[in-house]
């Protein structure tokens, strides 16, 4: 298995707070990227990183920020978490030397916005 | 913008069905296709992959073909087990896009025995 972590694995909050999720990796590739996974909605790029300190926004960024200051770590901020905010959020990581590499997927972090 | 469209589901088969979830796909230029599998609690996982035209992708005895001018990429299993049960995602990366997936919406399988 890819040495990918996230945590927490779940997570409750109220409305209003700042959340923040980790996605720790151990194999140095260099892609991150964050998605969030809905009912109807399959998974949607949120954020994604190709270095450190690197990083661009997805379909679905708006309020959600980013950093990654190592090359271990992605972190996901939610600035002031909402309801529509609630989904299962995924981590995934590639090497990226080409278009048929594989992207290696942590076990998701399930967050409750309350 | 890209697209993957795959059928609704959920699908419910009997084991030892034959199936098929079917894949289609928008986008310019020659993007590589995947499909990933989801088991019950657990992240998405590599199924198989595919990345110029006609070329079979192929595992677990599922297989797709790269089909560029239906721009299809259908996913089949000639006999399916209870262990299927998953939900599947088709997906599409594209050069100059910092192998960034698209996915579609995902199919819900269920195999009962």
């Known amino acids: 298995d890819a040495g990918i972590t996230q945590s927490p694995r779940h997570k409750v909050t109220e409305t209003g707070t700042p959340v923040t999720l980790r996605c720790h990796q151990t194999?140095?590739?260099?892609?991150m990227y964050w998605y969030r996974q809905d009912p109807g909605h399959g998974l949607r790029l949120i954020h994604y990183s190709y270095g450190v300190k690197d990083t661009d926004k997805g379909e679905v960024s708006d309020g959600y920020s980013v950093s990654r200051s190592k090359t271990e770590d992605f972190l996901l901020t939610l600035e002031s978490a909402t309801s529509s905010q609630t989904s299962v959020y995924f981590c995934a990581i590639s090497g990226g030397q080409g278009l048929d590499t594989e992207a290696f997927f942590g076990q998701g972090t399930r967050l409750t916005v309350v | 913008g890209d697209s993957v469209t795959q059928m609704e589901g959920p699908v419910t088969l009997s084991e030892e069905a034959f199936l098929t979830i079917n894949c289609t796909y928008t986008a310019t230029g020659y993007p590589s296709l995947f499909w990933y599998v989801q088991y019950p609690g657990e992240g998405l996982q590599l199924l198989l992959k595919?990345?110029?035209?006609?070329d079979k992708g192929s595992n677990k005895g599922f297989e797709a073909t790269y089909r560029k001018e239906t721009t299809s990429f259908h996913l089949e299993k000639g006999s399916v087990q209870v262990s299927d049960s998953a939900v599947y995602f088709c997906?599409?990366?594209?050069?100059?896009?910092?192998?960034?997936?698209?996915f579609g919406k995902g199919t819900l399988l269920t195999v009962n025995p």
């Open positions: 997906a599409l990366k594209k050069g100059g896009s910092n192998y960034k997936l698209t």
């Open positions: 595919a990345t110029k035209a006609d």
């Open positions: 194999e140095n590739h260099r892609y």
